[in-house]
């Protein structure tokens, strides 16, 4: 399956990723529908806008806990393994459901995040914005962070119950139409309109390849699918062929 995975992409000529939770993972971030993942912990409806503004007490308790700390860890493999990929001028662009800022951890400088990121804050009020840290600050002394102004103080973040911002999605799509080969990492592929991004590729042409351990929405429709832990994948890949990730 490496094999055939690793000779689409060298004769590739616009190569797009989609990550979703499950490259994060290996992190040590935990995803959210796995029996160890967050809803196991956490009310499902953590995520949805209506739970932020009901209970933001009990939301910064999770953020505390969860979010927050996303900030110490590191990416692994499989993001190294992606920013090899664009910094050879392979991978044009990789579009993320994730919050963490793992990627551009690993040096990828062409990200589109979908879902916003977890290190920018704003007012809901006057839209003041706050960094991590201020934030960070704010909650160790209070359940509350608050802006200046008095204005809850929310995450950039796109909650349940949000639009995507208008123009992530567009460029989003954009590439998803353009790309000759989608590799999708670490997505089940069920949250929309993310999960629309292969279909989009596969209908204009583009092969579709999915690592994923568990099924997925595009398992029917895909071309190749590996079902592997996804830092063993990327091991792989660079056994193979170094040439490809140096």
Do not use: W
């Not at 102004?149 to 567009?170: D, H, W, Y």
């Not at 353009?178 to 209908?203: E, T």
Request: charged content about 25%; overall charge negative; proline content about 5%.
């Amino acid at each position: 399956m490496v094999d055939s995975f690793l000779e689409l992409l060298r004769s590739a000529k616009y190569v797009v990723a989609l990550t979703g939770a499950g490259i994060s993972t290996p992190s040590g971030i935990p995803d959210f529908r796995s029996p160890t993942g967050l809803y196991s912990k956490y009310p499902e409806d953590i995520f949805d806008i209506e739970y932020f503004y009901r209970d933001p007490k009990g939301f910064y308790r999770f953020c505390k806990e969860v979010l927050l700390p996303m900030a110490e860890v590191k990416p692994n493999l499989a993001h190294l393994m992606l920013a090899k990929l664009e910094n050879k001028g392979i991978l044009k662009v990789t579009i993320t459901q994730n919050i963490d800022g793992l990627h551009q951890k690993a040096g990828s400088k062409s990200v589109i995040e979908l879902h916003g990121s977890v290190y920018e804050y704003c007012c809901t009020r006057c839209n003041k914005r706050y960094s991590i840290s201020s934030v960070k600050q704010m909650i160790d002394s209070s359940e509350l962070p608050l802006c200046g102004c008095s204005g809850l103080i929310r995450p950039k973040i796109v909650f349940f119950g949000e639009s995507l911002p208008e123009k992530a999605l567009q460029d989003a799509q954009e590439h998803a139409s353009r790309c000759d080969l989608m590799i999708v990492m670490g997505s089940s592929l069920v949250v929309y309109p993310a999960a629309q991004l292969p279909f989009i590729a596969k209908s204009n042409g583009a092969k579709v390849v999915i690592v994923n351990k568990g099924e997925t929405g595009f398992d029917d429709l895909c071309d190749i699918k590996i079902e592997e832990d996804l830092c063993d994948f990327a091991q792989k890949c660079f056994s193979t062929d170094s040439t490809l990730f140096s």
